[in-house]
């Protein structure tokens, strides 16, 4: 059933008042619902300024629910932005001090990244690849949703991933100062330059590691007769898992590729031959994998191609 329409005097009212009184007042004058009036005015252009007439009940309720509750509890009440809301309490010194456990929708284990295990190790590894910082915690993507699956296994997470229609990529966003934190004590570089200066890290179990950012940037393929084991990163990352790769799977040192257009900034490091790429793949994988920790695709890729 399509919704009642708005008419020329609804539509003055809201330009004439929304802006400084907010949509709980409009509502109460026109018959509509708050967000009925929120999502009419952005759709005509009514940007709501902070809110200009605060009346002693309003201010009173900030008194004494503001501390506990704070901006989002009473702005929904009151019928402001929640930024107004914080704004004058701040101007009325009332504070709050958000205890971060009561209000957490998600839970996820968020020590896990403070355990030096090869399951912190693989998830690590899997973030490095194809992971990034954000403000309050860390975001994983790929097409591929049964990685995410297995990552929040891992994890014990709760947290849904959402699909960007645009490039058919999935997010996994966990939400967490602490593990924020924990992520940039366990990397040796600035970590908003990680596409560019991204350095292999020293205190974590190698092979899990390794296996986990192969699972996210490398590559294992089969041309006529023999395979080849792929891995992107940033050069000094690379050379860092090399030498994991040179000591524990007795191989040479090879040069880099570096893909047009990268400007050597981000490069390849590629392995050619059945006997290379078996020993890599044995160390990474194990055969069968022993520890349970690794993700069924390249591996089972590999087994197919073996057979």
């Given at each position: 059933?399509?919704g009642?329409?708005?008419?020329?005097?609804?539509?003055q009212?809201?330009?004439?008042?929304?802006?400084?009184?907010?949509?709980?007042?409009?509502?109460?004058?026109?018959?509509?619902a708050?967000?009925a009036?929120?999502?009419y005015?952005?759709?005509?252009?009514?940007?709501?300024?902070?809110?200009?007439h605060w009346?002693?009940?309003?201010?009173?309720?900030?008194?004494?629910?503001?501390p506990?509750h704070?901006?989002e509890?009473?702005s929904?009440?009151?019928?402001?932005?929640?930024?107004?809301a914080r704004?004058?309490?701040?101007e009325?010194?009332?504070?709050?001090?958000?205890?971060?456990?009561?209000?957490?929708?998600?839970?996820?284990?968020q020590?896990?990244?403070?355990?030096?295990?090869?399951?912190?190790?693989?998830?690590?590894?899997?973030?490095m690849?194809?992971?990034?910082l954000?403000?309050d915690g860390?975001?994983?993507?790929q097409k591929d949703?049964?990685?995410?699956?297995?990552?929040?296994?891992?994890?014990?997470?709760?947290?849904?991933?959402?699909?960007?229609?645009?490039?058919?990529?999935?997010?996994l966003?966990?939400c967490?100062?602490?593990?924020?934190?924990?992520?940039k004590k366990?990397?040796?570089?600035?970590?908003?330059?990680?596409?560019?200066?991204?350095?292999?890290?020293?205190d974590v179990?190698?092979r899990?590691?390794?296996?986990?950012?192969?699972?996210?940037?490398?590559?294992?393929c089969?041309?006529?007769?023999?395979?080849?084991?792929?891995i992107?990163?940033t050069p000094?990352?690379l050379?860092?898992?090399?030498?994991?790769?040179?000591?524990?799977?007795?191989?040479?040192?090879?040069?880099?590729?570096s893909?047009?257009?990268?400007?050597?900034?981000?490069?390849?490091?590629?392995?050619y031959?059945?006997?290379?790429?078996?020993?890599?793949?044995g160390?990474?994988?194990?055969?069968?994998?022993?520890?349970?920790?690794?993700?069924?695709g390249k591996?089972a890729?590999?087994?197919?191609?073996?057979?």
């Amino acid at each position: 059933m399509p919704g009642r329409l708005w008419t020329q005097a609804e539509a003055q009212y809201v330009r004439d008042f929304y802006p400084s009184f907010g949509s709980a007042f409009c509502a109460a004058q026109i018959d509509r619902a708050p967000y009925a009036i929120r999502m009419y005015a952005k759709s005509i252009g009514v940007v709501s300024a902070s809110r200009v007439h605060w009346t002693a009940a309003d201010e009173q309720f900030l008194q004494q629910n503001y501390p506990e509750h704070g901006p989002e509890f009473c702005s929904k009440y009151i019928g402001c932005g929640r930024d107004a809301a914080r704004q004058r309490a701040n101007e009325l010194g009332f504070s709050f001090k958000r205890q971060k456990w009561q209000y957490r929708k998600h839970q996820f284990n968020q020590s896990f990244f403070s355990n030096n295990s090869e399951e912190t190790a693989f998830v690590f590894g899997f973030w490095m690849a194809d992971g990034c910082l954000t403000r309050d915690g860390l975001d994983f993507a790929q097409k591929d949703t049964r990685i995410l699956d297995y990552i929040q296994v891992l994890l014990g997470s709760d947290y849904p991933y959402y699909l960007n229609k645009d490039n058919g990529v999935s997010h996994l966003k966990v939400c967490s100062v602490k593990v924020r934190e924990d992520i940039k004590k366990l990397c040796l570089f600035d970590l908003s330059k990680k596409t560019s200066e991204a350095r292999y890290p020293e205190d974590v179990d190698h092979r899990s590691f390794i296996r986990g950012y192969f699972e996210g940037d490398g590559c294992i393929c089969y041309s006529r007769t023999s395979f080849s084991f792929s891995i992107t990163g940033t050069p000094e990352f690379l050379w860092g898992l090399q030498k994991q790769l040179m000591s524990y799977c007795d191989l040479r040192q090879t040069k880099f590729s570096s893909p047009q257009g990268k400007n050597g900034l981000v490069v390849v490091l590629r392995y050619y031959g059945n006997r290379q790429v078996s020993r890599i793949m044995g160390w990474l994988y194990g055969d069968p994998p022993e520890d349970g920790i690794f993700l069924d695709g390249k591996y089972a890729k590999y087994q197919r191609l073996l057979g």
